[in-house]
Structure formats: C-alpha cells, structure tokens
C-alpha cells in the first residue's frame, strides 16, 4: 500500500459510551461483518452495546441473535400528505443515541446496502449533528470500502456528505482487501477516483480489514456464527466445527483458524483507533 500523510482529520481518542455507524452504501462490502467483530469486541470488554440494523435482510440477527433491532425501511408509513415519515423508523436508534449520557450504553447501526440516502436524510432531519454537539456525543462512522470503483465512488461521496449533515461525527475509512488493496486498485481506476482515494486517506484515519479466504468467509456467512463461538469449536478438537461445516478435520480447523486469524487482525486495527476496546480506559 502507498504511503499517506497524517490524516488531517485524525479519531480522537474517545472513551465509552460512543454510537458507532458502520455505512459503505453499496452492498456486500462487508459492513454486516466488520459490524460483527465490533459487537464482538465490546462483549470482549463486557461493555454494553445497542445494535441496530437498517437493513430488511436481518444478518446481524443471525449472527448476534434477536436483541438486535432492525430499523424496517420499508415499512416507512405515509403522513395525511402522502409524504413517507422517517421519524418512526429511526426512532430507536435516535432515543439510544441521544440517550447515552444516562444509559451509558454504547450504540452500533449497521446501514444496509443502497439505504444510505434514507439514513442522511434522517440525519439532516433531525439535525443529529446538533445532538451530537449539545450532548457531547461521541459518534465515529466507518465507512467501508472495497476495490471497485462503484464502492470508491460511493465513499467519496458519502464523505463528503457526512462534512455537511454530521461534521461533529469522526470519520474512519477502513479498507476491506478482500478483492485487494482500494488504494493500490484505484491506480487502474479514472484518475478522479485514484486521487480521491488519496485525498480521503491523507484526511481521514483509516484502518484494515484483511482479506478472509473466500471459501472460509462463504462458510462463516452460511453459518451466521459469530467468531468466538467457531474459535471455541477448537476445544473439543474441531469436532464441532466438523459437525457444522460437514467437513473433514483438515478443512474445519483451516476454516476455524482462518475465522481467528481474520478477527484478531480486525480487533487489533479497531483497538488502534479505540483503544477502549483493548480494555484501554481513556
């Protein structure tokens, strides 16, 4: 990966209770799996956590279990004048946000794929970036971003959008090298994206999501497991995981280690940023 400067706009170093929004607007950039591994860390930690997800398709309650609310975009309801009302939608998530002074309780919103327009208009709304500001919210948002040019171009302009509607939130980039490095692929991409790229991780922190092999990542999705329960299929000798994954013992342990080896690096690059979650108390 090509070197960058310091980000301009580098994450404070924050302590609990923070709200983090995980976003990338298009889908199947692996927003549902990086949302997993925070969730994972914060129980890590024993810190409590309100997920949500904007999404009809329910992922992370297959891998977290039903605690997690989904926020029904597609049940928006139609005022006297026609017009669909965001308020009931987002009204959970907005009373966990702006909440946490009291409830000390941590919040993570998951935005599903092409439903990122509905979340920024909420945002705009509702002027969250003034609750953030009279509250004292800390609210990081994780943009995620694979290496085509669809993913970059959308990032870009989700960031730019996110200075205007929620300047008080912080920004982190994270580079999903599933398909490769965005920064490196971006070479080959028009000569606006590849400088864009650059000018986004010169002003932004941002953080690796490492490539997980395709093989073991189809098995991780198919089982909607979360990581420390397929880690522990380890004590019995992976004969759990044999009986899950319907595999012979050589392909299960690869797939369990893959899993620990794939989490712990995303755990890491989290905790550089909020170190909080390493069990660092700012």
């Not at 994450?11 to 799996?33: E, F, H, N, R, Y």
């Not at 297959?62 to 026609?82: K, T």
């Not at 797939?255 to 794939?262: E, G, K, P, R, S």
Request: with cysteine.
């Amino acid at each position: 990966m090509a070197k960058t400067k310091s980000p301009t706009h580098p994450v404070k170093k924050v302590a609990p209770p923070i709200t983090c929004i995980v976003d990338g607007d298009v889908g199947g950039v692996g927003k549902s799996l990086l949302a997993i591994i925070l969730a994972m860390t914060f129980s890590l930690v024993d810190l409590t956590l309100k997920v949500f997800e904007l999404d009809e398709q329910g992922k992370l309650q297959r891998f977290l279990g039903p605690e997690v609310q989904s926020l029904h975009a597609a049940r928006l309801d139609a005022d006297a004048d026609g017009e669909r009302d965001l308020l009931p939608v987002f009204a959970p998530f907005h009373e966990a946000l702006t909440t946490m002074p009291q409830t000390n309780a941590s919040v993570l919103l998951e935005v599903g794929g092409a439903l990122t327009e509905l979340a920024n208009s909420f945002m705009a709304e509702v002027d969250v970036d003034d609750d953030i500001s009279a509250l004292g919210l800390n609210v990081v948002v994780f943009l995620v971003m694979v290496a085509t040019a669809e993913s970059v171009r959308q990032v870009l302009g989700q960031a730019a959008r996110l200075e205007r509607i929620l300047p008080s939130a912080q920004i982190v980039i994270v580079l999903n090298e599933r398909d490769g490095c965005p920064q490196k692929a971006s070479r080959d991409m028009p000569e606006d994206l590849a400088k864009g790229v650059d000018r986004l991780l010169d002003t932004y922190t941002h953080i690796r999501m490492p490539r997980l092999r395709p093989q073991s990542r189809r098995l991780l999705e198919m089982l909607g497991e979360s990581p420390p329960l397929i880690m522990s299929w380890r004590h019995d000798h992976f004969r759990e995981a044999m009986t899950r994954t319907r595999l012979p013992l050589s392909y299960a342990k690869r797939f369990v280690n893959d899993v620990a080896d794939w989490s712990g690096k995303i755990h890491k690059e989290l905790t550089r940023i909020l170190p909080f979650l390493g069990g660092e108390h700012a």
